[in-house]
């Protein structure tokens, strides 16, 4: 059983950057890839970017590569995203999820957090 608690989302304008956690618990932190996936109103939830259970191999959506970075700090059970020039096409509940391989799939998630939202302003 894992937990996963997302914070730090809000509201931002065009251009700016915002930073996303997730608190983790219940399991060894370490043991999981760990990938972040975003759902926009009316929209499927899709997937974002994912970071290996180690830290050095990570994968994102074309979407968002070269403005987003993923990271985690395992001391800490600590997932992150940083987001930098923020589109309205940003905008959506973000959640962090926990897998027991390296996935792009959500169906390959076996926990998720209860999401945070992101809203960018034109």
């Known amino acids: 059983q894992v937990q996963l608690v997302e914070s730090g989302g809000g509201l931002v304008q065009a251009g700016g950057s915002l930073r996303l956690s997730c608190a983790a618990s219940?399991?060894?932190?370490?043991?999981?890839?760990m990938g972040w996936f975003r759902q926009a109103p009316g929209k499927e939830r899709e997937f974002v970017s994912v970071?290996?259970?180690?830290?050095?191999?990570?994968r994102y959506a074309d979407s968002v590569k070269g403005r987003f970075t993923i990271s985690r700090d395992n001391a800490k059970n600590t997932l992150y995203l940083q987001m930098n020039s923020l589109k309205s096409e940003d905008t959506a509940v973000y959640y962090c999820?926990?897998?027991?391989?390296?996935?792009?799939?959500?169906?390959?998630?076996?926990?998720w957090g209860q999401g945070t939202q992101v809203t960018v302003s034109s």
């Open positions: 999820a926990a897998s027991a391989v390296f996935a792009s799939v959500a169906a390959q998630y076996d926990y």
């Open positions: 970071i290996s259970r180690g830290g050095p191999t990570t």
């Open positions: 219940g399991r060894t932190f370490s043991s999981y890839a």
